[in-house]
């Protein structure tokens, strides 16, 4: 069993059996409650009714004691003693765990048992967001499902594909995986020289390819020939250069 500092938010509530404790998240405010101790509740009542019919025999005080007795009525009541409350918590540690860090009492779906640590400060928080990321895809990919919308979602995911390649064939490239765009000559964030997007029109109408293997325009396929990576002349790496770092050699 896990241990506490501390209590939790809470209330105090009763549905007309006794009064019962709720407990919320710090996190997400999400609510666990505790049961009402229905017996006590009816006992107390029942012994209430007895005595204040006891005491309606006695002159004169009796009745007025009797009347004040009788307000008091614990199927309706929102007190709980410190007793009551601390069992209605330990009804409900199950469901929570305190976070090391920020002292939060968190509900088991905002804290990370395996780390033992909320999830806002636990040392996964990579592989928290990258679970976290793969449930909502999955979800959304069900509810897309669910509605018939499941091919229209695909498609709109190849097309993006498609797009994103198109427009990294039109930008300038370093080594490392840099881009830039067209004609930047040195990477701006490592200073190494960049690889140029190559001519891509259609063989057939001339139309701009764009990196797409088929042209837009009249559907003929573009054929690309693998770019020369050394220097005809001296031989020296070009690095996807149009003319050879070392000789000035143009490279076909």
Not at 20 to 44: K, L, T
Not at 150 to 178: E, N, S
Request: one cysteine or more; aromatic letters at 6%; a neutral charge.
């Amino acid at each position: 069993m896990a241990t506490f500092s501390h209590m939790p938010r809470y209330d105090i509530r009763n549905d007309g059996v006794g009064p019962y404790g709720v407990f919320y998240c710090d996190a997400c405010n999400r609510e666990f409650r505790s049961q009402p101790d229905i017996g006590n509740a009816v006992a107390q009542d029942i012994g209430r009714q007895a005595l204040g019919g006891l005491l309606r025999k006695v002159p004169v005080v009796g009745g007025v004691a009797a009347s004040n007795l009788s307000r008091e009525d614990p199927r309706y009541s929102y007190k709980m003693t410190p007793q009551q409350l601390e069992s209605a918590w330990q009804q409900v540690q199950e469901h929570f765990r305190e976070c090391p860090t920020c002292e939060r009492i968190l509900c088991l779906s905002d804290f990370d048992t395996q780390s033992g640590y909320c999830k806002d400060d636990s040392p996964r928080q990579e592989e928290i967001a990258e679970a976290r990321g793969a449930q909502t895809g999955a979800a959304l990919k069900g509810l897309a499902n669910a509605f018939g919308l499941g091919d229209a979602f695909r498609q709109a995911g190849d097309a993006v594909r498609q797009a994103q390649t198109q427009i990294q064939a039109q930008l300038a490239q370093c080594p490392k995986g840099h881009t830039a765009p067209a004609g930047t000559k040195f990477c701006p964030e490592c200073g190494a020289l960049m690889t140029q997007p190559t001519a891509d029109k259609c063989p057939a109408c001339g139309a701009e390819g764009r990196g797409a293997k088929f042209c837009p325009e009249c559907g003929t396929r573009i054929e690309r020939a693998p770019a020369a990576t050394t220097c005809p002349s001296c031989g020296v790496e070009t690095k996807g250069a149009k003319f050879c770092p070392e000789c000035g050699t143009k490279v076909l």
